[in-house]
């Protein structure tokens, strides 16, 4: 059985052809539409599944945002701006003739870490740190999802009552701060429209303006793990995501965390999966595994 699982992100597009032993046969990548509207997503998805046409059995998305009743809700719009009820797994049908499953992308990456963990854990909380900021909770070997789709999506909750504006509409997400748009957003002078990843390079560079704004996401991701550990006592929290994968940074929120109190400590890991947790996932859900 192959399936065709696409990953559905802020700023880029992956397909893949992932068989049944989880290996992934070919891969292919398109950037996000910059204008994201559902004519442009509708159109670049047909442009990205077209050369793996006939070659699976089924599909699987992982897709930025809030999957509900087979549509894409985006809770930022800012990630995936006018693309609200977006019927994103009968466009998939239509395009492929397969039958298709849709997940948020965190949720899907949570239950592919949580499967590479081999059966060590039960209770695992996995947070991406990327463009935005997302989460998958795994409770006694189940994936929650909620009742509408809400489930894990940590990077909405508070960290800072006087922050910046998050995307969604809050003051003060843990996204409108840690993320690498939060750590663009905050960048001033010579860093002032520099992305994540050149703020990381300065940052290796010994910038101590970069230097700060990277200790700033870590700390508050940090803050994010305890609360994580206070509300659902998990064994293991595994973080991914370009910024969460980023040199360094793994050691950063550790460093932070363990000056929080010895109760709100947890272990923390690598994703395993890096940057492909949430085509994997996607795959092991539509596999039924």
Known sequence: MT???????????????VDSSLQIQERHELPTPASKTPDALR????????????????VAI??????????LLALNPHNLGGLLHFPLVQTLKDLTALPTLAVND??????????????????MVFITVSTGVGGGVVSDGKLLTGIGGLAGHLGHTLADPHGPVCGCGRVGCVEAIASGRGIAAAAEGALAGCDAKTIFSRAGQGDEQARRLIHRSARTLARLVADVKATIDC????IGGSVGLAEGYLALVENYLA????????ELRAAHYRHDAGLLGAALLALGD
């Open 235 to 238: 064994q293991i929290v595994v």
């Open 106 to 123: 965190a949720q899907a990456a949570a239950w592919a870490e949580y499967h590479a963990l081999g059966g060590e854990y039960r209770d």
């Open 3 to 17: 399936t065709l699982s696409i990953d559905i992100g802020g700023t880029k597009l992956a397909v893949a052809l």
């Open 62 to 71: 992982a897709s930025t945002g809030i999957i509900r009743d087979g549509s």
């Open 43 to 58: 159109t670049a998805l047909q442009a990205l599944v077209a050369p793996l046409q006939g070659q699976a059995t089924r």
């Open 259 to 266: 000056q929080e109190p010895l109760a709100y400590h947890v």
